[in-house]
Each structure stands twice: as C-alpha cells, then as structure tokens.
C-alpha cells in the first residue's frame, strides 16, 4: 500500500516545482501523482501534455457526464469505467498522473474531490507510493481528500503570513481529523538567511531551501519538463538534499 | 451606486498587496472583504482583529450554527441573523475604509455555506459604501462561487509564467460559464515582471494597466506585520498602484 505524502503551502511558492523535482529523484516505483489544484499545472512542469494524448482531467469527465444528462448517482460508476479505461490516468515511464482540472460550473469543488478521493482509495494499493500536490489555500485540507497523511511537505514563502500559514494548516488538520506522520517546513527560493534561522527556531522540523534556479522559469516559461533539469542546478541539488534530510531512498 | 471591484490571481502573485494599496487611493468610504481563508489582508493594514475583538465571518457563523444545535436560543434560522451577526461582531471600522474577514475554518467541508450566505446579503453589506473590494483567495474556486455576480471592475494580478496565461483563459471560461459580468477585465503585472514578459502580456490582446513595482518596503512591511498604508507616497509600490487606478478611472 503506497504512503500518501503530500505537499501544501500558499500560493506561488513552489509547491509544483518541488512536487516536480521530488518526482525526479524519489526512487518509489510505481508512483502515482495527483494534481489538486484547479489551476493545475503539474502535468505541464513534468512535460505532459494531457490533450495530445487525449486524457481527461477529472473535472472534465465529471461535467462531461453531467453535461449529457447523467444521473448524478451513476457519475462515480460512468467514471469508474472511465478510468478503467485508462481515459484520466496518465502513464509516464517515470509517473502516473491524476489531475483534477478546472470546473467550469456554478459551485465547488466537493464532487470532483469526493471523486478523486475515491480513486486514491481504490488505486493507492497498485503503487509504493503517492504524492498530492495541493491547490494554493486551505480549502482542499478541510475537504479532507487524504485522511491519512505520511510526509506533510509545507512550502514557505519568506513572510509573516507564512507563520500564521502553519498555525492555520495545523488548526485545520486538527479540526477535520487529517493525520499525518511528519510535519516538514520547506523554504522557497525566496528566503534569505536571516528567516532560515527563524524557522529553525520555530520548534518545526525544516528541511532546508529550494535554491533560486533561473532554470526553473525558464523551463515553465517555454513548458518544458523539469525532470530534464541537469543535475547539477541550484534546484536540483537543494531538493535532493531536503528529500535526503527527509530519509528518502532517491535514485 | 457601490463599484465593486474584485481582485484576483494566482497564489502570490500580489492581491492582498493591490487591494490593501488600493485602498489609500479610493473614494471613501470603501468595503473590503477579504474572502481568503488564509486570510492576510487585516494584517496588511495593520488590523490586529483579535486585539480588537473583531471575528471571522466563519468563526461567528459556525459558534451560530453549534449553538443552534445545541437548542441554544434564539430560534431565528442563522440565516436570518448573519448580517446583523456580520455587523456587530465582524465589521472593522477604519479611516475611510471597513473591513470583513472571512475567515479559517477548521470543520470537514467546503466554504460554499458562508460564501452562499455571504452572496445572498453582499448587495445589502455594500449599499452604503462608495467602493466594494474583494480580495479573493488564491486560484479559481471562488470564481466558481459567484459571490458578486456583477463585477465593475475584476482586476487579475499575474506573476510572469507561462501558467498565468492559462490561468486568464481559466478565469474567463469560469466567469463565462458561471455567469458572472464584469464591466471591465484588467490584467496587471506582479513585481516579478521583466520587460521581456511584459511585452508579451501587451501582445495578448487583453486590457494591461501596467506592472505593480517591486519595493523591497513592502515585504519589509509584511513580515513586521505593519500596515502598508504607512508606506511613503513616493514608494514604488504606492506610486505604481496609484498609475494603475488612475488608467482604470479609479481615482
């Protein structure tokens, strides 16, 4: 049964990228990934391209059914047979893929995550491990997609909100009874030495910083995969060594 | 008539900053709703609301519901009682402007019951201010939510990615869908910006009112906690903000 690690944090600080380069050097296999956030952008950091290969994003098999008419009943088995069908997972030689996609009805995001939650559940046993990549927010923590959390990855921008961002995370989890094994902070390309050491203070466990990379935008400006990043890039080398800090078996 | 003004963008692309900003240079008096659970928009003007009793609109909702249960007293519906709930204890009144706050919610579920509630009475909230702004939480879902559904003025704060371009073309197909009208649709480019990606959100075709500066004060300000409307009028930040308002005729 594939531990569920997932990684969280505000918007904007890099949750994707590290999901991206944690995928990159985490030796589990098979490994399945899954995109949270509406305004995914997962699949596009690891150069999959979902419309080519004509893959579904949750969201768009919901409302496709939903769209025809379909009871709302039978939606989790029209999708069930969807995914048998292979039509929403993304295989990768590396990765699957699972991304929820953009909803574009009047309401939440309740159903489509109700939905994936239940895929999770069914396909967690096929894989050594799994890796959530949260939409930006808190939102996603109160609808509990995963209950049992092993490694809480959360990452941190260098501002006072990202403080109360802890505080918050844990209030919530606490509240909807989300359990996780480890809580791990993580600094972005941002930070600076001086709140390293706050954090450090903090009484958290901090891995360490995702080192700044010009390569990083470069390749999500012209979409190209960050599995392909040299090795020895800033990004990288300072993933790997908080996925090491974290007792990761990397490749 | 109150204009309303939403702002909204990718996680960290700089709402809270805008708004707090836009604040200082709007007719007053003006609303502000900061709809982001992961709220920051008080602590950006220097609003401590504990310090000064002032609650969340979730955390005066759900005490409301739970007492209700309880068979507590009194019997109205919640529904009824939440705007007067709002005004007593949620509204924070400052110099020219108020503010409300969401809030963080700690039980299993989406926000779809305070954001409905919310929607129902917003038009009633705002009637007697000049301006209503909103600063949303990160990523699409609120959209989805529709809690203005007539927006003057909808303000997207990007951050130089390849993903804010197809976070516009998500936003517009949600709005589209959901059916919210906006008079006019803005895209403004965050501090990150170089001129090269600036060029490039000229060429898109949509209304680009010009980039919100990098100022370090502004970050220096966010981690001491204290309001940005101390910040100097001649600061970057102030005097970008101030360009833009003016472009959209809101100054």
Known sequence: ????????????????????LFTKYIKAKPLLLIDLD???????????????????????????????????????DLLKRKIEEGAILYKDEKFDLITLGTKLAAGCYCLPDELIKEMIRNLQKNYEMVIVDSPAGLEH???KVTPD??????????????????????????????????FYLVGNYRFTEEIEAYLLRSGEQYLGRIAYDPLIREHNLKGKSLLNIPEDSPSATSVKKILEEAGYDLI | MTRKIVSTGRGGAGKSTFVALMSRYLSSPSLLIDLDPDLSLADML?????????RTIVEVLYDAVKERQRGGSPLTPVEDRFQGLIWADCLYEGKGFDVLTLGTKDLEGCYCFPDHLLRKIISQLSRNYQNLVIDSPAGLEHLNRNIVSQVDD????????????????????ILKEVGVMYNQFYVLAN?????????????????????????????????????LHTLPEDSPACRSVRRILEKAGLV
């Open chain 1, 38 to 76: 509406p305004d995914g952008s997962l699949a596009k950091m690891l150069g999959a391209d979902l419309e080519k290969e004509g893959k579904w994003t949750v969201a768009d098999a919901l409302f496709e059914f939903i769209g025809k008419g379909k009871d709302t009943k039978d939606v989790p």
């Open chain 1, 1 to 20: 049964m594939g531990k569920i690690n997932v990684v969280t944090g505000r918007g904007g600080t890099g949750k994707s990228t590290f999901t991206a």
């Open chain 2, 46 to 54: 220097g609003i401590d609301l504990q310090k000064v009793y002032k």
């Open chain 1, 141 to 143: 923590l109160n609808r």
């Open chain 2, 154 to 173: 909808l303000f997207v704060i990007l951050d130089p990615s390849e993903k804010s371009m197809t976070h516009v073309k998500k936003v517009k197909a």
């Open chain 2, 191 to 227: 501090y990150m910006f170089d001129e090269e990606s600036e060029r490039y959100l000229r060429e898109t075709g949509e209304t680009f009112l010009g980039k919100i500066e990098y100022d370090k004060r502004v970050e220096e300000y966010n981690l001491r906690g204290e309001s």
């Open chain 1, 149 to 182: 959390i092993n490694d809480l990855f959360v990452v941190l921008d260098p501002s006072e909100k990202s403080a109360k961002h802890i505080d918050r995370i844990k209030y919530v989890t606490k509240g909807v009874n989300i359990s996780y094994n480890k």
